[in-house]
């Protein structure tokens, strides 16, 4: 076993007991966030639990995590943790949420791991190495066209460098692309409706690295082409990230981007 498929066993081991640990508790709102995001204690509990479990495992090793360490450095090898993502889900018992981390060497995503408790599925991916569900690889169909499959969005934000209104008029002008659009409010489920092939293009604003970092890697390492909203190569942080599971669908993302300026 190469050291990336022992690190990435590890944290499939770690987020696991997460997932249990999370799913004897009850979700208890502690405030909110913003106006649109929620805080639970078990969203601390879990984190405090992950960042446990990585440092007794790996002492020198970074933390990136959403709730107390949202201000660590890309640096070395760093976890990148979401200890609980679609947390407005999760308060309110909808069962569309996961828990998921991703490690780092160099600055380069080498192993995710995102997990969801509710149905006891964990899909697992490395670089070079290609992504697995529950163990079995997965891969995205690239002859499908865009006519034939799902266009999944993100949640809407007011507050971004790409307007409400501008995303709204996106999905506008592509949902006559697609056979449907969705709209789950977790990285983490949408992501792997991508990589398994159940939708063929994701259009995120998320901006933070846990909630990205994860998904990205498992849809890149199954196939998924993507690039920035404005068609630039992606960089974490910015807002507005194409997912598609080939170059024919990701450009018509791409130009209805560009017609709406």
């Known amino acids: 076993m190469s050291e990336w498929e022992e690190r990435a066993a590890f944290l499939e081991t770690a987020v696991r007991e997460a997932g249990v640990r999370l799913l004897g508790q009850t979700p208890e709102i502690t405030r909110h966030k913003t106006a649109n995001d929620l805080l639970t204690e078990n969203?601390?509990?879990?984190?405090?639990?992950?960042?446990?479990?990585?440092?007794?495992?790996?002492?020198?090793?970074?933390?990136?995590?959403?709730e107390s360490y949202a201000g660590g450095e890309l640096e070395g090898r760093c976890y990148v943790i979401d200890p609980i993502d679609g947390t407005c889900n999760y308060a309110v018992r909808l069962p569309l949420f996961?828990?998921?981390?991703?490690?780092?060497?160099?600055?380069?995503?080498?192993?995710?791991?995102?997990?969801?408790?509710?149905?006891?599925?964990?899909?697992?991916?490395i670089e070079?190495?290609?992504?697995?569900?529950?163990?079995?690889?997965?891969?995205?169909?690239?002859?499908k066209k865009a006519g034939d499959g799902m266009l999944i969005i993100s949640d809407y934000y007011g507050d971004l460098p790409i307007p409400m209104r501008r995303q709204f008029a996106l999905v506008e002008a592509l949902q006559p692309r697609f056979l449907k659009t969705r709209h789950f409010g977790a990285a983490c489920v949408d992501f792997?409706?991508?990589?398994?092939?159940?939708?063929?293009?994701?259009?995120?604003?998320?901006?933070?690295?846990?909630?990205?970092?994860?998904?990205?890697?498992?849809?890149?390492?199954?196939?998924?082409?993507?690039?920035a909203v404005d068609g630039s190569p992606y960089r974490y942080g910015e807002a507005g990230l194409?997912?598609?599971?080939?170059?024919?669908?990701?450009?018509?993302v791409l130009g209805a981007c560009r017609k709406l300026g």
């Open 43 to 66: 969203d601390v509990r879990t984190e405090e639990f992950l960042v446990e479990r990585i440092l007794r495992e790996d002492p020198a090793a970074h933390i990136i995590s959403e």
């Open 98 to 125: 996961g828990i998921q981390v991703a490690c780092f060497e160099g600055g380069t995503a080498k192993a995710s791991v995102l997990h969801y408790p509710s149905s006891g599925d964990t899909m697992s991916a």
């Open 128 to 143: 070079g190495r290609g992504t697995r569900w529950n163990g079995a690889p997965i891969s995205v169909d690239r002859t």
């Open 192 to 227: 792997a409706l991508l990589a398994r092939g159940n939708a063929l293009a994701y259009i995120t604003y998320y901006s933070h690295i846990w909630d990205i970092a994860p998904g990205l890697l498992a849809a890149k390492e199954a196939g998924c082409v993507f690039a």
């Open 242 to 252: 194409v997912v598609a599971n080939s170059e024919e669908t990701l450009e018509t």
